[in-house]
């Protein structure tokens, strides 16, 4: 009897200048897509971050004050490692984010600022990999990141975004979801890899908190092994998957 075969991963697409990443925590984009983003703006393409929240709910022996400006730092020295100067916060809580108009509204703006034709998130479904449950955190930023892509472009809805002088922007050609238990499409990570593990070892009080393990294995064999599996569906490549949603 033959092993099924497995549905191969396209190359996500390239023809694009500017890329808008949009996610719940410090440290989601780490886990999710860095190797991908060092290798576009290796290429000088534009990427920049907001983060709905700091983290602040993120370490139970840190209070949430402290906590939040520690992971600020950290998230900011993690995207310099992968060539991302421009970090922005939206302050939402940590832990109870809610998916509404006020959550699209924040991210509309943001689209409208940074003009992307790509936007990148972090898996919107109820499930990893259909068996361990995703946080509402995640579920509410990534769906509100896929509606605020329409809202963006639409001056009739929010639109005293346009009264702040943010006029509308439907240039988004795509988003791209990471961490998808179904992605289409993938991103070499040959070249940055070592990178992602550099970006994600900059969480060091998370992990430390995280796990008991040497923080360098941790993340190394995370990523690596992230990227090997991935590969099976990419030429044997080590890649980023997405789940892409042209617009």
């Not at 963006?152 to 346009?162: H, Q």
């Not at 961490?179 to 040959?190: N, R």
Request: glycine content about 8%; hydrophobic content about 40%; some cysteine.
């Amino acid at each position: 009897m033959t092993e099924p075969a497995i549905s191969q991963l396209q190359p996500l697409p390239d023809d694009w200048q500017r890329a808008l990443a949009v996610v719940a925590h410090p440290d989601d984009l780490e886990y999710g897509c860095a190797a991908a983003v060092a290798s576009w703006t290796d290429a000088g393409r534009e990427v920049s971050y907001v983060l709905a929240t700091r983290g602040e709910a993120g370490i139970d022996t840190l209070e949430p004050a402290r906590c939040a400006a520690l992971r600020e730092l950290e998230q900011r020295a993690s995207a310099a490692v992968v060539g991302v100067s421009e970090v922005a916060f939206l302050d939402h809580g940590d832990g109870v984010i809610e998916y509404g108009p006020a959550l699209r509204r924040d991210i509309a703006a943001a689209i409208r600022r940074h003009r992307p034709e790509l936007v990148v998130t972090l898996n919107h479904r109820d499930t990893w990999g259909g068996t361990v449950w995703n946080t509402p955190d995640h579920r509410a930023v990534g769906r509100a990141t896929l509606d605020a892509a329409g809202d963006a472009g639409n001056r009739w809805i929010f639109p005293e975004l346009t009264e702040q002088g943010l006029e509308p922007w439907d240039g988004v050609r795509w988003v791209a979801v990471a961490g998808s238990s179904s992605p289409t499409h993938a991103v070499d990570a040959t070249a940055g890899l070592e990178r992602a593990v550099r970006s994600l070892l900059e969480h060091r009080t998370y992990i430390e908190a995280l796990t008991d393990e040497d923080p360098e294995a941790y993340a190394r064999t995370l990523l690596t092994g992230f990227a090997e599996e991935t590969g099976k569906r990419f030429a044997g490549v080590p890649a980023v998957a997405f789940e892409l949603f042209p617009r």
